[in-house]
């Protein structure tokens, strides 16, 4: 017996192209990886999104992973008016955001692009400890590790995105 989908996740599979592509822009802002992930739609389980998710995320080049970190503010200065970033970095403690923002521009100026760390559940401290130790890695190595982060950022925000997708009041 198949179950259907959940709420959140039949509306998200009903959503139009523009729609779907907004929504999913809102968890990776690379194009290529929301144009897989819902050109694979309808989804019968968060499961199957998920495996969808690390697919794309998987087949993305460096150019669209350029792409998916330009959607992401530095750790220690979450987007302002932006919850989503605001929750994520909220391990963060104040005393931490100008060491933490130092080290982002020295990384970013050494790999071209900002620091990324899945932040969810981890504390200020322990991202810290995870620049210092990145910063010096080579361009490949830190490029499959960003592809590694991205792809539990996405996860966490598939998601909440078919979790917290409320009834339309019509």
Not at 97 to 125: K, M, P, S, W
Not at 138 to 165: F, M, Q, S, W
């Amino acid at each position: 017996m198949t179950s259907s989908p959940s709420p959140g996740l039949a509306r998200f599979n009903a959503a139009g192209g523009p729609e779907a592509a907004a929504l999913l822009h809102e968890v990776c802002a690379s194009r290529s990886w929301g144009a897989a992930v819902a050109a694979a739609r309808p989804y019968d389980t968060l499961d199957a999104l998920l495996a969808a998710s690390d697919a794309a995320t998987d087949g993305l080049g460096v150019g669209d992973l350029a792409e998916a970190m330009a959607g992401h503010p530095p750790i220690g200065r979450p987007r302002p008016g932006d919850p989503v970033s605001a929750r994520e970095q909220s391990g963060v403690r104040d005393s931490l955001r100008e060491e933490l923002l130092d080290l982002n521009l020295a990384y970013q100026g050494r790999h071209g692009h900002v620091f990324l760390i899945c932040a969810t559940g981890r504390t200020g401290e322990e991202m810290l400890a995870a620049l210092k130790e990145r910063i010096g890695n080579d361009p490949g190595t830190e490029r499959e590790i960003l592809r590694t982060e991205l792809g539990k950022i996405n996860r966490i925000r598939l998601a909440r995105l078919v979790e917290t997708a409320r009834e339309d009041p019509s």
